[in-house]
C-alpha cells in the first residue's frame, strides 16, 4: 500500500468515526459504567484500587440491596453517595418507615437526578416494603467461568513463561438473603503454570471466603480473605479508591467497612478473621486479625526484602522465586460512636514481618521508606454530618510519632451549589503498609495540600464539575531530588435532554522534575482534554474525543476519535466500539474504556498511531444461563512488533478472545 493510499485511509477511518453518531439514532441507557468512565482519570487508570472498586460495583449489581434493608455500611460501599445522602438515606427510613417504591427517593432533598438513576442499579425495593422473597427466602448458587485466547504469540511463550498463553478464572459465590455469602476464585494469568510447578494445586491464586451479617449484635463476620477500611484511609484502606474526581461526588466522606474479598485480585486484602460487633444503640466495635504469605524481592544478603511486590504475576522463574516468601501477620480494629449526626472513631493496625523490611535508603528518595519488622498505626477519625454540611477528618501517628492529617468541610447550598475543601498534611517521616486516601503524589507520606471543589447544577439538564488542587513535597521524590510542589486542575460540563447528552472535559496537570544533571527543577505541564456526544432509543451511539499534551524538555501530543454503538432486543446485547488514535510518544498516550464480560475492568492505554475495534456479544439463555464473547482488535501503523521483553509481540496486531459462561441455579 502507498503513503498516498495509507493516509486516504486513516482520513476516511477518522472521518467514519465523527459521522457515524448521526446515522445511528440510538444510545444506551446511562449505566453505572459511564458514572465509573466519567470520575477516573489517568492516574486511576489501571490501579489495582480502582480495579477493586469496578469490581465491587459489579458485584453490588449483580446482587443488588433492599433499601429498607440496607445498613449504613452496605450504603458506604456506593463510591458516588456523600454522607449527607448516606445520612438522609438513613434518618428517612428510620423516620418513616420502609420505602413502598423508588419513586419515593424523590423525597431525599440531597439526592440530584444522577445519583437517584445510579441507585436503582443498586438497590431494589421488597413488595410492600418488606423482604423480597425472590431476593432472600432462598439460597443462590452462581457459577462462572472467564478466560482469554490470544491470537498471536509473545517472546516470552517461546522462552521464558513456565505456563501457557491463556488467561483464565473460576469463580462461585452462594448467597442466602442478606445474611450469608460464601464462594471460592480461582484466578490464573497468562504464562503462569497451571497444575504443574509451584502451582500443583491448580490456579496460581485462590480466594475463598465465608460472610454473615445481621445475627444480633453480630453486625458482620468474615472468614478468609476480607478488605477492610476505617476513616479516610490513613492507616489501612484497601476496600475502594478515592480519586480526584469521586472525592468531589462523594463530598469526602470517612467509610468503615468490612467485607469479603471475593475478586481475583491478588494485592492488598488481608486473610483471617474479621467482625463487626454492635454494643449499643450507635457504638460498634471491629477487630481483625490476618496472617498471609507476600511477594517480595529479597537484598543480596539473601535474608532481608528490599521491596514487597504486588503485581501478582508469577510467570518467570525470577517472578516464581518472589512468590510467597515474606510472611505477614496484621491485626487491629476500630471503636466507632455514631449519633445525631456526629461520629468519631479510634483505629489501630499492627503489622509484623517474619523478614526485616530493609529497602536501599542510599538513595535520597527512598530515605524515609518503611522498615523494620514491626508496624504500628493509630488515627482518630470525627465529623459531623447536616443536611446542609458535613466535617470530616483523621489523625494519625506511626510508631515513630510522626504525623498525617486530612480533614474536609463541605457545603450543600440549596439544590444547585455543592462545594468542598480538603486539607491535608503527611509527614515525610509517615509511613502505613496499607495506607490509602487522597493525594497527588501516590502516597500518604511527604505531601500537605489543599483540594478546592464546586459543583454547579442550575437545571437537571446542566451540571459543572471543577476543582483545584495544590500540593507541597518537602522531601525528595522519584525522579525529583528536593522539595517540588504540583498543581491540578479540572473543568467537566455535561449536558443531558431526553435522549441526548454532551460531556466536555479539561484537565491541567502541573508538575516538576529534575532537568538533566539535577541542578535545579523543570516544569511538566500535562494537558488532557475530553468531548462525547450521545443520542439514545433503542440502538446507542457515542462519539468521543480524548486529547493530550505533554510539554517538559519536548512538546508532545496525543489524539483519539472513538466511536461506540450498542443494542439490546430481550435476550440479546451487542455493543462495538472503533477507535483511531495517534500520539508522539508514550507520555502523550490516550485511554479507552471498553464494556468488557462481568467483573473484567478494560481500560487500554494507547500510543503511537493505529486502529482500536472490539465487539462484545452478551445473550441471557432464559433466567438462569449467560454466555458472553468479545473480540479486540489492535492494530499498528508505526511498528513492525508490539511491547517490549517477554512481553514482545512479533507483529503489527495484537487480537484477543474473552469468553465468559456464568449460570445461576
Request: charged share 20%; aromatic share 14%; with cysteine.
Given at each position: 500500500?502507498?503513503?498516498?493510499?495509507?493516509?486516504?485511509?486513516?482520513?476516511?477511518?477518522?472521518?467514519?468515526?465523527?459521522?457515524?453518531?448521526?446515522?445511528?439514532?440510538?444510545?444506551?441507557?446511562?449505566?453505572?459504567?459511564?458514572?465509573?468512565?466519567?470520575?477516573?482519570?489517568?492516574?486511576?487508570?489501571?490501579?489495582?484500587?480502582?480495579?477493586?472498586?469496578?469490581?465491587?460495583?459489579?458485584?453490588?449489581?449483580?446482587?443488588?440491596?433492599?433499601?429498607?434493608?440496607?445498613?449504613?455500611?452496605?450504603l458506604?460501599q456506593?463510591?458516588?453517595l456523600?454522607?449527607?445522602?448516606?445520612?438522609?438515606?438513613?434518618?428517612?427510613?428510620?423516620?418513616?418507615?420502609?420505602?413502598?417504591?423508588?419513586?419515593?427517593?424523590?423525597?431525599?432533598?440531597?439526592?440530584?437526578?444522577?445519583?437517584?438513576?445510579?441507585?436503582?442499579?443498586?438497590?431494589?425495593?421488597?413488595?410492600?416494603?418488606?423482604v423480597?422473597?425472590?431476593?432472600?427466602?432462598?439460597?443462590?448458587?452462581?457459577?462462572?467461568?472467564?478466560?482469554?485466547?490470544?491470537?498471536?504469540?509473545?517472546?516470552?511463550?517461546?522462552d521464558?513463561?513456565?505456563?501457557?498463553p491463556?488467561?483464565?478464572?473460576?469463580?462461585?459465590?452462594?448467597t442466602?438473603?442478606?445474611?450469608?455469602k460464601?464462594?471460592?476464585?480461582?484466578?490464573?494469568?497468562?504464562?503462569?503454570p497451571?497444575?504443574?510447578?509451584?502451582?500443583?494445586?491448580?490456579?496460581?491464586?485462590?480466594?475463598?471466603?465465608?460472610?454473615?451479617?445481621?445475627?444480633?449484635?453480630?453486625?458482620?463476620?468474615?472468614?478468609?480473605?476480607?478488605r477492610v477500611?476505617?476513616?479516610?484511609?490513613?492507616?489501612?484502606?484497601?476496600?475502594?479508591?478515592?480519586?480526584?474526581?469521586?472525592?468531589?461526588q462523594?463530598?469526602?466522606?470517612?467509610?468503615?467497612?468490612?467485607?469479603?474479598?471475593?475478586?481475583?485480585?491478588?494485592?492488598?486484602?488481608?486473610?483471617?478473621?474479621?467482625?463487626?460487633?454492635?454494643?449499643?444503640?450507635?457504638?460498634?466495635?471491629?477487630?481483625?486479625?490476618?496472617?498471609?504469605?507476600?511477594?517480595?524481592?529479597l537484598?543480596?544478603?539473601g535474608?532481608?526484602?528490599?521491596?514487597i511486590?504486588?503485581?501478582?504475576?508469577?510467570?518467570?522463574?525470577t517472578?516464581?522465586?518472589?512468590?510467597?516468601?515474606?510472611?505477614?501477620?496484621?491485626?487491629?480494629?476500630?471503636?466507632?460512636?455514631?449519633?445525631?449526626g456526629?461520629h468519631?472513631?479510634?483505629?489501630?493496625?499492627?503489622?509484623?514481618?517474619?523478614?526485616?523490611?530493609?529497602?536501599?535508603?542510599?538513595?535520597?528518595?527512598?530515605?524515609?521508606?518503611?522498615?523494620?519488622?514491626?508496624?504500628?498505626?493509630?488515627?482518630?477519625?470525627?465529623?459531623?454530618?447536616?443536611?446542609?454540611?458535613?466535617?470530616?477528618?483523621?489523625?494519625?501517628?506511626?510508631?515513630?510519632?510522626?504525623?498525617?492529617?486530612?480533614?474536609?468541610?463541605?457545603?450543600?447550598?440549596?439544590?444547585?451549589?455543592?462545594?468542598?475543601?480538603?486539607?491535608r498534611?503527611?509527614?515525610?517521616?509517615?509511613?502505613?503498609?496499607?495506607?490509602?486516601?487522597?493525594?497527588?503524589?501516590?502516597?500518604?507520606?511527604?505531601e500537605?495540600?489543599?483540594?478546592?471543589?464546586?459543583?454547579?447544577?442550575?437545571t437537571?439538564s446542566?451540571?459543572?464539575?471543577?476543582?483545584?488542587?495544590?500540593?507541597?513535597?518537602?522531601w525528595?521524590?522519584?525522579?525529583?531530588?528536593?522539595?517540588s510542589?504540583?498543581?491540578?486542575?479540572?473543568?467537566q460540563?455535561?449536558?443531558?435532554?431526553?435522549h441526548?447528552?454532551?460531556?466536555?472535559?479539561?484537565r491541567?496537570?502541573?508538575r516538576?522534575?529534575?532537568?538533566?544533571d539535577?541542578?535545579?527543577?523543570?516544569?511538566?505541564?500535562?494537558?488532557?482534554?475530553r468531548?462525547?456526544?450521545?443520542?439514545?432509543r433503542?440502538?446507542?451511539?457515542?462519539?468521543?474525543?480524548?486529547f493530550?499534551?505533554?510539554?517538559?524538555?519536548?512538546?508532545?501530543?496525543?489524539?483519539?476519535?472513538?466511536?461506540?454503538?450498542?443494542?439490546?432486543?430481550?435476550?440479546?446485547r451487542?455493543?462495538?466500539?472503533?477507535g483511531?488514535?495517534?500520539?508522539?510518544?508514550?507520555?502523550?498516550?490516550?485511554?479507552?474504556?471498553?464494556?468488557?464480560?462481568?467483573?473484567?475492568?478494560?481500560?487500554?492505554?494507547?500510543?503511537?498511531?493505529?486502529?482500536?475495534?472490539?465487539l462484545?456479544?452478551?445473550?441471557?439463555?432464559?433466567?438462569?444461563?449467560?454466555?458472553t464473547?468479545?473480540?479486540?482488535?489492535?492494530?499498528?501503523?508505526?511498528?513492525?512488533?508490539?511491547?517490549?521483553?517477554y512481553?514482545?509481540i512479533?507483529?503489527?496486531?495484537?487480537?484477543?478472545?474473552?469468553?465468559?459462561?456464568?449460570?445461576?441455579?
Amino acid at each position: 500500500m502507498s503513503n498516498l493510499d495509507l493516509v486516504s485511509m486513516k482520513a476516511r477511518i477518522v472521518l467514519a468515526l465523527m459521522v457515524m453518531t448521526l446515522n445511528v439514532q440510538a444510545q444506551s441507557e446511562r449505566a453505572w459504567t459511564q458514572y465509573f468512565n466519567e470520575v477516573m482519570t489517568v492516574e486511576d487508570v489501571g490501579t489495582a484500587q480502582w480495579e477493586e472498586t469496578y469490581e465491587l460495583l459489579c458485584e453490588l449489581e449483580q446482587h443488588p440491596m433492599d433499601i429498607n434493608q440496607a445498613t449504613r455500611e452496605q450504603l458506604e460501599q456506593l463510591p458516588f453517595l456523600s454522607a449527607q445522602q448516606v445520612e438522609e438515606i438513613v434518618e428517612y427510613l428510620y423516620r418513616y418507615g420502609p420505602m413502598k417504591s423508588l419513586a419515593e427517593l424523590q423525597m431525599l432533598r440531597s439526592l440530584d437526578n444522577e445519583r437517584r438513576r445510579l441507585l436503582t442499579y443498586f438497590i431494589y425495593i421488597g413488595e410492600s416494603g418488606t423482604v423480597d422473597s425472590r431476593q432472600h427466602n432462598y439460597a443462590h448458587h452462581e457459577l462462572m467461568a472467564t478466560g482469554r485466547i490470544p491470537f498471536y504469540e509473545r517472546k516470552g511463550g517461546v522462552d521464558g513463561y513456565q505456563g501457557y498463553p491463556y488467561r483464565h478464572w473460576l469463580k462461585y459465590q452462594f448467597t442466602y438473603g442478606d445474611q450469608v455469602k460464601a464462594g471460592l476464585v480461582g484466578s490464573q494469568d497468562a504464562g503462569e503454570p497451571f497444575f504443574s510447578g509451584k502451582n500443583r494445586l491448580g490456579y496460581d491464586y485462590y480466594s475463598v471466603w465465608l460472610q454473615l451479617k445481621q445475627l444480633g449484635r453480630l453486625e458482620s463476620l468474615v472468614l478468609g480473605k476480607y478488605r477492610v477500611s476505617m476513616g479516610m484511609g490513613l492507616i489501612i484502606n484497601n476496600s475502594f479508591s478515592l480519586g480526584k474526581v469521586s472525592m468531589l461526588q462523594n463530598m469526602g466522606r470517612p467509610t468503615s467497612t468490612l467485607r469479603a474479598h471475593s475478586s481475583r485480585s491478588s494485592d492488598g486484602y488481608l486473610q483471617g478473621a474479621a467482625a463487626t460487633v454492635r454494643i449499643a444503640r450507635g457504638l460498634t466495635a471491629t477487630g481483625f486479625i490476618s496472617y498471609r504469605a507476600m511477594d517480595a524481592t529479597l537484598n543480596k544478603d539473601g535474608v532481608t526484602v528490599s521491596s514487597i511486590i504486588t503485581s501478582g504475576y508469577h510467570r518467570t522463574e525470577t517472578e516464581l522465586e518472589k512468590k510467597n516468601n515474606l510472611k505477614n501477620t496484621t491485626f487491629g480494629g476500630n471503636v466507632r460512636y455514631q449519633t445525631n449526626g456526629y461520629h468519631a472513631g479510634l483505629n489501630v493496625v499492627g503489622t509484623h514481618l517474619n523478614r526485616e523490611l530493609k529497602p536501599n535508603t542510599s538513595v535520597l528518595y527512598r530515605q524515609h521508606y518503611a522498615q523494620g519488622y514491626d508496624f504500628l498505626n493509630v488515627s482518630v477519625d470525627y465529623g459531623y454530618v447536616h443536611h446542609r454540611f458535613s466535617v470530616n477528618g483523621e489523625t494519625a501517628l506511626n510508631r515513630d510519632g510522626a504525623l498525617a492529617t486530612i480533614n474536609s468541610l463541605s457545603l450543600q447550598l440549596g439544590s444547585e451549589w455543592s462545594l468542598m475543601a480538603l486539607y491535608r498534611f503527611y509527614s515525610y517521616r509517615y509511613t502505613s503498609l496499607y495506607a490509602n486516601s487522597y493525594c497527588d503524589g501516590g502516597s500518604v507520606q511527604n505531601e500537605s495540600g489543599i483540594y478546592l471543589g464546586a459543583t454547579w447544577q442550575p437545571t437537571p439538564s446542566w451540571k459543572l464539575m471543577a476543582y483545584i488542587d495544590y500540593a507541597y513535597f518537602p522531601w525528595a521524590k522519584y525522579q525529583i531530588s528536593q522539595s517540588s510542589h504540583s498543581w491540578d486542575q479540572l473543568l467537566q460540563v455535561s449536558y443531558s435532554k431526553k435522549h441526548w447528552s454532551f460531556g466536555g472535559r479539561y484537565r491541567l496537570h502541573i508538575r516538576q522534575k529534575d532537568n538533566d544533571d539535577k541542578t535545579a527543577l523543570i516544569t511538566r505541564m500535562e494537558h488532557r482534554g475530553r468531548v462525547s456526544a450521545e443520542y439514545s432509543r433503542v440502538w446507542s451511539s457515542k462519539t468521543q474525543v480524548d486529547f493530550g499534551f505533554t510539554s517538559f524538555k519536548e512538546h508532545e501530543k496525543g489524539l483519539m476519535v472513538s466511536e461506540t454503538l450498542g443494542f439490546t432486543h430481550r435476550w440479546l446485547r451487542l455493543n462495538g466500539g472503533m477507535g483511531y488514535f495517534h500520539t508522539d510518544s508514550y507520555d502523550s498516550r490516550v485511554y479507552l474504556y471498553e464494556l468488557g464480560p462481568l467483573y473484567s475492568y478494560s481500560v487500554t492505554q494507547f500510543s503511537g498511531e493505529g486502529i482500536r475495534y472490539w465487539l462484545i456479544a452478551r445473550a441471557n439463555i432464559g433466567s438462569r444461563l449467560m454466555l458472553t464473547a468479545k473480540l479486540g482488535i489492535t492494530n499498528y501503523f508505526d511498528r513492525s512488533t508490539i511491547g517490549s521483553s517477554y512481553q514482545q509481540i512479533n507483529r503489527s496486531s495484537q487480537t484477543d478472545l474473552d469468553l465468559q459462561v456464568r449460570w445461576k441455579f
